[in-house]
């Protein structure tokens, strides 16, 4: 491998280990309850849940029952849009009254207890409080009161309305969504995996393209099923596997990293190579200092963002709605780099007088602009859409149009390989015809 390909990898791991340090948000949520914590934030926020249907349920467990009814301890619901509302008036209720408005309240004295939601007309987000009889006091300085341990469960009605469901309303149908994935993956390897393969071991000058496609093609897959395993866990205990989630988000985010320097690559050097006019390597991966330089530039931006990202999003998952700072930087370098790249490659179009050559560059130029906006395309669309929506809105959604723009990719340079091949034995000068020199020299 090259130098720039070990700075991936570098990066690689020191995502890796940066996205290991956050815990992932489960359905199935232990702790303590802490008068400190409830009293500093006017309620302890212990969990946040889309319920849906008209058998939702809310299962707490509690070890030290005398302690919480000492504390005259309570749980309080809000609905998201109603609390932030009560947030960002402050002075017009106090803390009672700010906690008098929740709709739904649990007193906690029993060790075992279920609380129902009803959920009318539509799926919203609830957050859950944890209150006692200290949380609104001034002047309580007690800061070592006995915490109260709890488990809690968050439940959604299944297919047949039984509060089983671990899965928010946000959440419900992506376990579905990644076993047909995973499903498909499997398939379209029993089919072309072999072919693939030989294509890549016969070399020539789009060798390196193809490595990295199946490379990025594999990081993809390894993702879907880790996200796959991740659920199937979840399912059943409300934790899931944090680890697979991980490991899941760490190969979406190497993939990413990946397949933006090669399209990086692949078009700066094209775009350099135009403007040094050569023309003796068409269509090639043309790495030079400068593109390459570029490149890495770039890759390293977006890895920064998104590592960012991962710590400002509390949700583990791996598509997210872009609602922090880092996320609306990503977005606006997305909507830069399809801009760029799609006006570097229109000049190179306009200007290219053989007609297999630029359909090359057009049919690239789509799968290249459908990778890069597909992402900002489908969060700006999921606005007009609900909250519960918009998370499978933009999963589903980007996980489809990067997966065509890698099928279109790799119908493009595969079928530009082949043509290479018989060019290259042609005795007849033909438009892409190269040679057998440039073969050696393009590999990692």
């Known amino acids: 491998m090259g130098r720039e390909s070990w700075l991936l990898w570098w990066l690689s791991l020191w995502s890796s280990a940066c996205l290991w340090l956050r815990a992932a948000q489960a359905k199935t949520v232990q702790g303590g309850f802490s008068s400190a914590a409830a009293r500093a934030g006017g309620g302890q926020v212990v969990a946040q849940f889309q319920f849906h249907g008209d058998c939702a349920l809310l299962y707490v467990r509690i070890n030290n029952v005398a ?122 390897a029993c089919i072309y995996a072999q072919s693939l393969w030989q294509t890549i071991k016969k070399g020539g000058p789009m060798n390196t393209v193809l490595k990295v496609l199946s490379t990025v093609l594999l990081l993809q897959a390894a993702s879907a099923f880790a996200n796959y395993l991740h659920f199937s866990s979840y399912s059943k205990n409300g934790v899931g596997a944090p680890f697979m989630g991980s490991l899941g988000e760490l190969c979406d985010i190497v993939s990413q990293m990946q397949m933006l320097y090669l399209l990086l690559s692949l078009c700066m050097g094209w775009t350099i190579g135009r403007m040094k006019k050569s023309q003796s390597k068409p269509l090639q991966w043309d790495s030079t200092p400068t593109s390459t330089a570029i490149a890495i530039a770039v890759v390293v931006a977006q890895s920064i963002l998104l590592i960012w990202e991962q710590f400002e999003d509390t949700n583990h998952h791996s598509y997210h709605t872009h609602q922090s700072l880092a996320g609306g930087l990503l977005i606006g370098l997305r909507i830069c780099l399809a801009l760029s790249l799609g006006c570097g490659l229109y000049q190179i179009i306009r200007t290219e007088r053989s007609t297999l050559k630029r359909e090359f560059y057009i049919t690239f130029t789509k799968g290249c602009i459908l990778w890069f906006l597909c992402h900002p395309s489908l969060v700006s669309i999921s606005l007009i859409f609900r909250d519960y929506q918009r998370e499978k809105i933009i999963t589903i959604g980007v996980v489809l149009c990067q997966l065509f723009s890698m099928v279109l990719l790799y119908r493009l340079f595969v079928s530009h390989s082949l043509y290479w091949e018989v060019s290259s034995l042609s005795s007849v000068t033909l438009p892409l015809t190269v040679a057998s020199g440039h073969k050696s020299r393009h590999h990692f």
Do not use: R
Not at 82 to 100: G, H, T
Not at 162 to 183: K, M, Q, R, W, Y
């Open 67 to 188: 302690t919480a009814i000492g504390k005259e301890a309570k749980l309080h619901l809000f609905q998201a849009q109603a609390w932030l509302k009560l947030q960002e008036s402050p002075q017009e209720y106090n803390c009672v009254q700010k906690l008098s408005k929740a709709p739904l309240t649990m007193n906690m004295n029993c060790t075992e207890q279920n609380l129902t939601v009803s959920q009318v007309p539509y799926p919203d987000t609830w957050y859950v409080f944890y209150v006692d009889k200290f949380t609104c006091e001034k002047n309580y300085e007690n800061s070592e009161s006995e915490d109260v341990q709890f488990e809690m469960v968050l439940l959604n009605p299944d297919t047949e309305g039984n509060p089983l469901d671990h899965f928010s309303a946000g959440e419900s149908g992506l376990h579905e969504f990644f076993f047909l994935l995973v499903l498909a993956y499997f398939v379209a």
